[in-house]
């Protein structure tokens, strides 16, 4: 407990120091062993070649290992020198180490001095800071981040589902984020819609939207759509992404985002939510189902109520938009299992998750195997078009 | 018995329960069995000449009764009828 308690300026008297110069004279002659006492998200981001990383807690417990021989020359650093320090000082007080040294300044005087360091490719210092916590993953690691940096991704909707959806996928780094929104942001959305705020009342959804997803993450490129996607307008909108989040507010926009999703062959991570309830499914074109395998046709109006009608738990949306990102974060890093041709169901009352199996339409009219190509004028209808017209609109 | 799960959208048809339990020997019966307890559900599960609408999935436990026998799909005591309608709720 000696170790904890006394003052750094006690231990810095009894233990050596070298610094920067000469460490790295020791370390290139090569009689030294280089210990990092830092922790692994900090290893992660930067360190010395040819360090051995044994972060502070387990200096006692695991240095034995590293170095059997006690007269070993040893190197010990750390951010600034003051971990590594009491490492020093209970490897020689403790241990019995008679050759240790603490590198003063540490790593971070070490890179001020211009010196190399083994760092990830392909990410600045402050990215590689900022998404540490993924890099550590071996899911992940740099290779997945540099993927989610590189990526593209459309969010339908900067609403309920949109926006937690829209938070965790800038807080991840997806390199560009897409709004389509032509709505503005109203006193009752607050409610769920959280990337929102109550000083932007009145304001458009992807601005007010795009404001927090730069305050929050730099490194994201925020793409303002404002407008309603048509027929028109969808496959120029959807071209350039890399994966499609269906939170839409009504069943015109859903299956016309299907029709042109399928045509481009993109991914649609699609979910919704009334009630208490929520449901989510992944739509990858020719892979799996389609949003028109599951359900070929919208119901009535009065069957299909919209969350402003009918009401809707504001956690829903969290829950369910980022299930949804989630689903984005395995697609854009090629992990885990898809939700492909899998409907999940939230009830959140019962705090139940219902798995039902979704299956490809054998008479699809979009992705089944008779499918006709149709005029871009024809995406997102259906022969019975007025059925659906009727639908809720307005969310 | 069987148990069908209600989706929020037919609630206010079944008192607000989320679960009914009724008897049937196959999907079709529960279905009907369901609508004798709660009329009101009919007109939303069966079109007019008695088949399911189309805007209606049912599953029996996880897989869609389309794949199985639709509405002759047989039911045991310990399964689990899920009414599944589209919802396009997002904001």
């Not at chain 1, 959804?205 to 927090?212: D, F, L, N, P, V």
């Not at chain 1, 069943?251 to 399928?262: C, E, I, Q």
Request: hydrophobic share 40%; proline share 6%; net charge negative.
């Amino acid at each position: 407990m000696r170790m904890a308690a006394e003052p750094l300026d006690v231990i810095r008297n009894r233990i050596e120091e070298v610094d920067v110069a000469e460490a790295r004279d020791e370390i290139a002659a090569g009689d030294a062993v280089l210990i990092d006492t830092r922790e692994p998200h900090e290893w992660e981001e930067a360190h010395l070649e040819g360090a051995t990383l044994v972060p502070p807690a387990e200096v006692t417990e695991r240095i034995g290992e590293v170095i059997p021989d006690r007269s070993q020359r040893v190197l010990l650093y750390c951010a600034t020198g003051n971990r590594s320090a009491r490492a020093a000082d209970a490897m020689q007080s403790e241990l019995g180490y008679e050759n240790v040294a603490n590198i003063a300044g540490g790593i971070e005087t070490w890179q001020e001095l211009g010196l190399p360091v083994v760092a990830p490719e392909g990410m600045t210092r402050e990215q590689r800071i900022r998404y540490s916590r993924h890099t550590l993953l071996p899911e992940v690691g740099v290779e997945g981040q540099l993927k989610l940096l590189n990526s593209k991704v459309l969010l339908v909707g900067a609403g309920g589902l949109g926006s937690p959806a829209a938070l965790y996928l800038a807080a991840a780094g997806v390199g560009t984020l897409g709004l389509v929104d032509d709505d503005e942001v109203d006193a009752s959305n607050l409610q769920r819609q959280v990337i929102h705020s109550t000083d932007r009342v009145g304001t458009p959804k992807t601005e007010s939207a795009r404001i927090t997803i730069e305050g929050l993450n730099p490194d994201v490129d925020v793409i303002e759509h404002r407008t309603r996607l048509d027929s028109s307008n969808v496959i120029e909108v959807l071209r350039d992404y890399d994966v499609i989040v269906d939170g839409a507010d009504n069943f015109p926009t859903r299956y016309l985002l299907n029709d042109a999703s399928v045509r481009l062959r993109k991914p649609v991570v699609s979910a919704s939510i009334l009630g208490f309830e929520g449901q989510i499914s992944t739509f990858a074109p020719f892979e799996g189902p389609c949003y028109r395998c599951l359900y070929p046709v919208p119901p009535p109006a009065e069957l299909a109520p919209s969350c402003g009608a009918a009401g809707v738990l504001g956690v829903m949306a969290g829950v369910m938009g980022l299930l949804q990102a989630n689903e984005v974060i395995k697609l854009v890093v090629g992990i885990g299992e898809p939700l492909i041709g899998r409907l999940l169901i939230y009830d959140s009352l019962g705090t139940r998750f219902t798995e039902l199996k979704v299956r490809r339409d054998p008479e699809c009219p979009i992705c089944g195997p008779d499918a006709e190509e149709i005029p871009e004028s024809e995406l997102g209808k259906f022969p019975d078009y007025e059925a659906f017209c009727a639908g809720t609109a307005v969310g | 018995m069987p148990t069908v799960k209600i989706p929020p959208v037919l609630r206010a048809e079944t008192g607000g329960e989320a679960e009914v339990d009724v008897s049937g020997e196959n999907v079709g019966d529960v279905l009907r069995a369901l609508v004798a307890t709660h009329p009101g559900t009919e007109h939303q599960l069966f079109a007019s000449d008695g088949a399911l609408n189309r805007y209606v999935n049912v599953y029996l436990n996880d897989e869609d009764v389309r794949v199985l026998d639709g509405l002759d799909t047989r039911v045991s005591g310990a399964d689990t009828v899920v009414i599944l309608p589209a919802m396009a709720g997002g904001a």
